[in-house]
């Protein structure tokens, strides 16, 4: 019963911005790690950035400079503000965290329905 929420995508110009915002739904005790992945056309899911519950923040070398990952605790919620956008950032971005739904219950990893970024020249 529990799901994440995507929303923000869409189309547009090189160099534009856009800001990603996902937001876990439903029943739950904690949450550890959240992140953003993107796949592009005929390519394997990558990891874009990840968040730690503490804050650390971890990002792949394509995007450091131009995107910045964020999360509120209390809303159970993630962003990615995507800056200076290239064609190459052209991908389906999907959601991720790992969490527990009761203290009884172990750690779940779930994903988001993704959400279509479309960067144009």
């Known amino acids: 019963q529990v799901q994440l929420v995507e929303s923000g995508g869409g189309l547009v110009q090189a160099g534009g911005s856009l800001r990603l915002s996902c937001a876990a739904s439903g029943k739950i005790f904690s949450i550890g790690d959240m992140g953003w992945y993107r796949q592009a056309p005929g390519k394997q899911r990558d990891l874009v950035a990840s968040?730690?519950?503490?804050?650390?923040?971890n990002y792949s070398d394509s995007v450091k400079g131009r995107f910045a990952i964020s999360r509120d605790n209390v809303k159970n919620a993630v962003d990615l503000q995507m800056n200076s956008l290239k064609p190459e950032d052209t991908a389906v971005y999907f959601c991720?965290?790992?969490?527990?739904?009761?203290?009884?219950?172990?750690?779940?990893?779930?994903w988001g329905q993704g959400t279509l970024v479309t960067v144009s020249s």
């Open positions: 991720n965290a790992n969490l527990r739904a009761t203290i009884y219950t172990g750690y779940r990893e779930l």
């Open positions: 968040i730690s519950s503490g804050g650390r923040i």
